[in-house]
């Protein structure tokens, strides 16, 4: 019965932004911590950003950092990715997971 579903991807423009969400059921989502990953076609699946269970603590890859922000809404079972300032290479399908389990993606086309 759990399920994590994304929503917000599509199509921006290099230097745009998009926030993605990821919505959890079937879990007491309050007792894990959260990741969001992009898989970009040819390349190997990706971590991009952490969050603690709390919120408190989140972590980012370096080619996100200072442009992407993780956060989450324990009311709602939902887990954020805000993305700004969106490059070309950002282009890839996204994934939620929550402790073993993983969202279906969402895609983010980057493009001009």
């Known amino acids: 019965q759990v399920q994590l579903v994304e929503s917000g991807g599509g199509l921006v423009q290099p230097g745009g932004s998009l926030r993605l969400s990821c919505a959890a059921s079937?879990?007491?989502?309050?007792?894990?911590?959260s990741d969001w990953y992009r898989q970009a076609p040819g390349k190997q699946r990706e971590w991009v950003a952490g969050?603690?269970?709390?919120?408190?603590?989140?972590n980012y890859a370096d080619s996100v950092k200072g442009r992407f922000t993780i956060s989450r809404d324990n009311a709602k079972n939902t887990v954020y990715l805000q993305m700004n300032s969106l490059k070309h290479e950002d282009t890839a399908v996204y994934y939620c997971?929550?402790?073993?389990?993983w969202g279906q993606g969402t895609q983010v086309t980057v493009s001009s």
């Open positions: 997971r929550c402790w073993k389990y």
């Open positions: 079937g879990i007491r989502f309050s007792n894990y911590g």
């Open positions: 969050i603690s269970s709390t919120g408190t603590t989140t």
